[in-house]
T-cell receptor, first 111, second 113 residues
């Protein structure tokens, strides 16, 4: 992965607090959404996904919320840890296995 | 289980020179993707393979870029000749056929001088 920290929206969060990262997607026909985490020098790492027939899905310390009415996706990270510092991307897919990535959001965890 | 393997990790070349990137997907993954990621941006798809067939190459600049996946496993992406604007990270990903969850390799960072 690239060092993608420059010129990105940045969320600074205290260790132990909850983080919320937002994403607006573009295609109302998209039926599958993924959140990826990308650390410096690494490729994107799958965090959690959600299909359009759901509006909420929970994983370990993470929750994804989907609002199809306003084409909005969010990722909530509970009890944020220093290892959560990274760039987070949302991606949408509309039936052809092609993922379209949104703009990244940098999360900086303050110890 | 080994993840997606890419090599080299870094490559510096002069413009007009050729360059090639190699990818070995996760065992059993029939679908392979090549992406390009510019600084500060999300990955953008270049080409997708289902086994050895390129099923989506609409975003591959075919005048200078080529790719192959001869035996439906490993893949090579080539640029010839490279231009300054090709400097980026080239990511390979794989997934189960018809699956949606894509697993990414570490990428190759290309610098064209």
């Amino acid at each position: 992965g690239e060092s993608v920290g420059l010129h990105l929206p940045t969320l600074s969060v205290q260790e132990g607090d909850n983080s919320i990262i937002n994403c607006a997607y573009s295609n109302s026909a998209s039926d599958y959404f993924i959140w990826y985490k990308q650390e410096s020098g690494k490729g994107p790492q799958f965090i959690i996904d959600i299909r359009s027939n759901m509006d909420k899905r929970q994983g370990q310390r993470v929750t994804v919320l989907l609002n199809k009415t306003v084409k909005h996706l969010s990722l909530q990270i509970a009890a944020t840890q220093p290892g959560d510092s990274a760039v987070y991307f949302c991606a949408e897919s509309y039936g052809n296995n092609r993922l379209a990535f949104g703009k990244g959001n940098q999360v900086v965890v303050i110890p | 289980e080994a993840g997606v393997v890419q090599s080299p990790r870094y490559k510096i070349i002069e413009k007009k020179q050729p360059v090639a990137f190699w990818c070995n997907p996760i065992s059993g993954h029939n679908t392979l993707y090549w992406y390009r990621q510019n600084l500060g941006q999300g990955p953008e798809l270049l080409i997708r393979y289902e086994n050895e067939e390129a099923v989506d190459d609409s975003q591959l600049p075919k005048d200078r870029f080529s790719a192959e996946r001869l035996k439906g496993v490993d893949s090579t992406l080539k640029i010839q000749p490279a231009e300054l604007g090709d400097s980026a990270v080239y990511l390979c990903a794989s997934s189960f056929q018809q699956g949606r969850e894509q697993y990414f390799g570490p990428g190759t960072r290309l610098t064209v001088t």
